[in-house]
């Protein structure tokens, strides 16, 4: 399985001028990095970066003619096109402006916009409408965590999946093209705290089980990980065989941090690809 590395810019960087320098930094990189080694560009992991609404414009033009995807960070709940509802950007606005791709369900979203259920499913079908993949992000909080109720969470939160695919049943067919599953402890983002990757790696075996046992699901759906996710731990998650990537935060706002934190599952892709020719 290819594996994602996701840059979540969330409400930065400030200016245009800034996300410009940024995408000049990050470009330069690639392209360096991809003259030097033609072998592992070809197992380069999928990368793609979810700006502010207001940039994806700006960032989705310059990643035209790269291998970047562009992603959303939310879509409206209220209508898949237009409407009377202000301040919101629908699915339909952000693929016009570039998006391929949007995050839904982050927990920040969940907690400052108490985000529900009945909201989930409606931004997930109205993505799908406009043909956007969908990066669904779950995760529990430290009480929950520390009351061992991470899969009670995780149950519950995946439920928005099952009940739209329990309206919308011809989804099923190409849910593991169009879904990935960010699985992000909540006391883990931003914090410095990093669980196991022991614990990480059995909680994604439970997501894809959890998912597959939806609907006639025969491709295995992508799981990434994140919270805390640097440079400095990401081969150890990139080592495991159940995480498929990682959903970035911090770190992705510089592009040193951002593509070391990809070149350690581009290592793994490619000690995979070898090992699979041996």
């Known amino acids: 399985m290819q594996a994602w590395v996701i840059g979540n810019w969330k409400q930065n960087p400030a200016t ?12 330069t990189k690639i392209n360096t990095e991809e003259q030097a080694n033609s072998q592992a560009s070809k197992n380069r992991c999928k990368l793609m970066v979810s700006p502010s609404c ?11 003619d790269s291998t970047i995807l562009c ?6 709940t209220y209508s898949a096109s237009t409407g ?3 301040g919101d950007c629908s699915a339909q606005q952000v693929a016009d402006a570039g998006a391929t791709w949007t995050l839904l369900g982050h927990s920040e979203r969940r907690q400052y916009h108490k985000e529900s259920h009945e909201c989930l499913i409606s931004k997930l079908s109205h993505a799908f409408s406009q043909s956007l993949g969908v990066v ?18 995780i149950n519950e939160q995946l439920s928005v999946i099952k009940d ?3 309206q919308q049943p011809e989804l099923a067919s190409s849910l593991s093209e169009k879904l990935l599953i960010a699985y992000e402890p909540v006391w883990a983002i931003g914090t410095g ?23 006639d699901i025969t491709d295995t759906i992508t799981v990434l990980y994140g919270g805390s996710v640097n440079a400095d731990n990401a081969d150890s998650f990139a080592s ?12 992705s706002l510089k592009a040193e941090s951002f593509l070391a934190i990809a070149d350690a599952f581009n290592q793994e892709c490619l000690n995979n690809a070898q090992i699979s020719r041996s």
């Open 16 to 27: 245009n001028s800034a996300v410009n320098a940024l995408l000049d930094d990050l470009l």
């Open 54 to 64: 207001v940039h994806l414009n700006t960032v989705s033009t310059r990643l035209a």
């Open 71 to 76: 992603a959303a960070q939310d879509v409206s």
């Open 84 to 86: 009377a509802y202000t």
């Open 136 to 153: 669904f992000c779950i995760g529990e909080t430290q009480e929950q965590y520390d009351n061992g109720q991470t899969l009670d969470v």
């Open 164 to 166: 739209l695919l329990t």
């Open 193 to 215: 705290k990093v669980p196991t990757v022991a614990e990480v790696s059995k909680t994604h075996q439970y997501i894809k089980q959890t998912v597959a046992s939806f609907a």
């Open 240 to 251: 495991d065989a159940m995480i498929d990537g990682a959903l970035v935060g911090g770190a």
